[in-house]
T-cell receptor, first 113, second 109 residues
Framework: NAGVTQTPKFQVLKTGQSMTLQCAQDMNHEYMSWYRQDPGMGLRLIHYSVGAGITDQGEVPNGYNVSRSTTEDFPLRLLSAAPSQTSVYFC????????????FGDGTRLSIL | GQQVMQIPQYQHVQEGEDFTTYCNSSTTLSNIQWYKQRPGGHPVFLIQLVKSGEVKKQKRLTFQFGEAKKNSSLHITATQTTDVGTYFCAGGGYQKVTFGTGTKLQVIP
């Protein structure tokens, strides 16, 4: 099992550009989530999904969109990148709920110029 | 919204000294999880506590969940250089999990 796979590992964007961060898991987990990590602020929940076709907002959803067309994939879209979105992004999954142990991907380090 | 705070934010210890990080929630938690993130890495699940007053041990690590289920602590006995990293607690609702701000541990050999 590969676990949770995130691509790309690094990305530099210009302000206003859009892009999609990819996340895939091969553990047949129902719950998937996206977090951003900024210095001194821990991990903040952006969006989460409890199964294919179901998504909901987390703590900091503005500027991001998600979809969950399959159990395996949970892409995160930046619609119009802003410097404030410079961060490290982690995707995670757990068996059914957010209260169960989450498995994290290696992260995407994103810089917005 | 729910807030989960951790103290201290940073801790430097000499190798062999003990270390404790504290996690405090603004609301009662149904359970609490602890994660460790090595420098440049991703968070890795350590343990989950569910019951009021629960204490669990993993080798040199001792985890406690408060009686009111609003606080928790992680204690490391006789730290080693392999303990370096940031320790996060996490708790909250059934679907929305709130992570603490983390405690960064540096161990001086």
């Amino acid at each position: 099992n590969a676990g949770v796979t995130q691509t790309p590992k690094f990305q530099v964007l210009k302000t206003g550009q859009s892009m999609t961060l990819q996340c895939a898991q091969d553990m047949n987990h129902e719950y998937m989530s996206w977090y951003r990590q900024d210095p001194g602020m821990g991990l903040r929940l952006i969006h989460y999904s409890v199964g294919a076709g179901i998504t909901d907002q987390g703590e900091v959803p503005n500027g991001y969109n998600v979809s969950r067309s399959t159990t395996e994939d949970f892409p995160l879209r930046l619609l119009s990148a802003a410097p404030s979105q410079t961060s490290v992004y982690f995707c995670a999954s757990s068996l059914r709920t957010g209260q169960q142990p989450q498995h994290f991907g290696d992260g995407t380090r994103l810089s917005i110029l | 919204g729910q807030q989960v705070m951790q103290i201290p934010q940073y801790q430097h210890v000499q190798e062999g000294e003990d270390f404790t990080t504290y996690c405090n929630s603004s609301t009662t938690l149904s359970n609490i999880q602890w994660y460790k993130q090595r420098p440049g890495g991703h968070p890795v699940f350590l343990i989950q506590l569910v019951k009021s007053g629960e204490v669990k041990k993993q080798k040199r690590l001792t985890f406690q969940f408060g009686e009111a289920k609003k606080n928790s602590s992680l204690h490391i006995t006789a730290t080693q250089t392999t303990d370096v990293g940031t320790y996060f607690c996490a708790g909250g609702g059934y679907q929305k999990v709130t992570f603490g701000t983390g405690t960064k541990l540096q161990v001086i050999p």
